[in-house]
């Protein structure tokens, strides 16, 4: 019977008893409190040690900054300036500039690091036992170069004079990656690499409605605007309920637009032909015009008559 109860998996109270003597008791080991390392990594030249850095980083393009100009090293390698130096040795002057840059610029983590920068800092040597403002000796000592302090106080240019940036601080790569994470990227980007999104009157239109030049115009704004809602409506596959047809097209704005114009004479006199004057100029139209009389609601016994011809 034993053999077939084991064989099922039944066990009895005794042998239960004798188990729970056998096996010793699970122990619970408690792990001690995880120790904080000797050092932290260099945080670099953040706001907390320069205030200037965020503006300096908004507004150069450049990857590191603390060499000379390309003028004085084209002098000192070729004796020319850079402007009539060939391909080769532009590269070549363009690559010692970079060897003498004394900073990186890390514009993903608004901070400028040394490029001797010592990448980690003792602990003892936190100031404030703080790891946010954690900084190395040589990040340090270009903080406090002067070179390092003029070029952060530079103001930066206003939006329009962008445009004259130097090719060489443009990072096109990192502003068509922007424009598809963005979803502008068929708006900022043409067809080929030869077309320039500022050539299409669209985009042009857009910016000018951004900038203002086109508020003048609301009627138009608002049919675009309508056009747009409504073709965003389509793609949603929603109704037209609630649509807003903007203020400019207005059935009451309209009649409130036509109530402001001054009404015709009854009769042909001097201020009848002032006021055609009047909206033939507003319409800009230099075309041929000409005077007629409706006499369709007179009575069979009145009739339009001329002071000078008589009767018409």
């Keep these: 019977m034993d053999f077939y109860a084991k064989k099922l998996g039944w066990t009895s109270k005794v042998d239960e008893h004798k188990r729970d003597k056998a096996e010793p008791a699970a122990t619970v080991k408690v792990s001690e409190s995880a120790q ?61 500039q970079r060897q003498e840059q004394r900073w990186r610029n890390d514009h993903i983590r608004q901070a400028i690091f040394a490029v001797d920068c010592k990448r980690t800092i003792p602990r003892h040597l936190l100031k404030d036992n703080s790891v946010e403002n954690a900084i190395c000796v040589c990040c340090s000592s270009v903080n406090n170069w002067k070179r390092t302090k003029t070029a952060l106080r530079v103001p930066a240019p206003d939006p329009e ?28 980007e043409g067809d080929n690499e030869s077309d320039s999104p500022l050539d299409s009157p669209f985009v042009k239109f857009a910016v000018g409605v951004h900038q203002g030049k086109y508020d003048d115009h609301r009627v138009f704004l608002d049919m675009v605007l309508g056009m747009v809602e409504k073709e965003h409506r389509d793609t949603r596959k929603v109704g037209m309920q609630n649509f807003n047809h903007g203020p400019a097209l207005h059935p009451r704005t309209i009649k409130s637009e036509q109530a402001s114009m001054p009404r015709l004479s009854v009769d042909i006199d001097d201020r009848t032909f002032e006021l055609a004057v009047r909206y033939t100029t507003s319409v800009k139209y230099n075309g041929p015009l000409s005077l007629s009389c409706d006499d369709t609601k007179l009575s069979v016994a009145a009739a339009p008559e001329s002071e000078q011809a008589g009767p018409l």
């Excluded at 090719?167 to 502008?184: D, E, P, S, V, W």
């Design 36 to 96: 904080e390392p000797e050092s932290v990594p260099c945080g670099g030249i953040t706001k907390f040690h320069a205030p200037n850095v965020v503006q300096y980083l908004r507004r150069t393009g450049a990857h590191g900054g603390g060499a000379r100009s390309k003028t004085v090293i084209a002098d000192e390698l070729y004796g020319r300036p850079f402007g009539e130096l060939n391909d080769a040795q532009r590269l070549v002057v363009d690559r010692q």
């Design 161 to 188: 004079h962008y445009k004259y940036l130097n090719y060489q601080y443009r990072n096109t790569n990192l502003g068509h990656l922007y424009a598809r994470t963005a979803g502008l990227q068929d708006l900022l």
